[in-house]
């Protein structure tokens, strides 16, 4: 069974950093894309960062500039590192992955269970 299993959220002041990972467990066939997700109370959830299989990332405006998506060795492993955080960075944090079964390549998609990062002022 495929699980996500996040960690590194926390609580830290504004203009902090925090670090968070991703690990994927379990047997996937092919993953096409990693990305990091946030829900703050009362808002959608709303994609954060993503990277494909190629390298290749894109951003929310919000925190270009600030956010780093990355990969580990391996490429089951995604990273976040958020610098010069902001109280309005305050959600859960969602590890998303999608992936490809064998033969009819049917796409799907798997999430973490949620990191929550608070940032106070």
């Known amino acids: 069974q495929v699980q996500l299993v996040e960690s590194g959220g926390g609580l830290v002041q504004a203009g902090g950093s925090l670090r968070l990972s991703c690990v994927v467990s379990?047997?996937?066939?092919?993953?096409?894309?990693m990305g990091w997700y946030r829900q703050a109370p009362g808002k959608q959830r709303e994609l954060v960062a993503r990277?494909?299989?190629?390298?290749?990332?894109n951003y929310a405006d919000s925190v270009k500039g600030r956010f780093t998506i990355s990969r580990g060795n391996a490429k089951n492993t995604v990273y976040l590192q958020m610098n010069s955080l902001k109280p309005e960075d305050t959600a859960i944090y969602y590890c998303?992955?999608?992936?490809?079964?064998?033969?009819?390549?049917?796409?799907?998609?798997?999430w973490g269970q949620g990191t929550q990062v608070t940032v106070s002022s």
């Open positions: 998303n992955l999608e992936a490809s079964t064998p033969i009819t390549r049917k796409p799907y998609g798997l």
């Open positions: 379990g047997n996937i066939f092919r993953i096409n894309a």
């Open positions: 990277i494909v299989s190629e390298g290749s990332t």
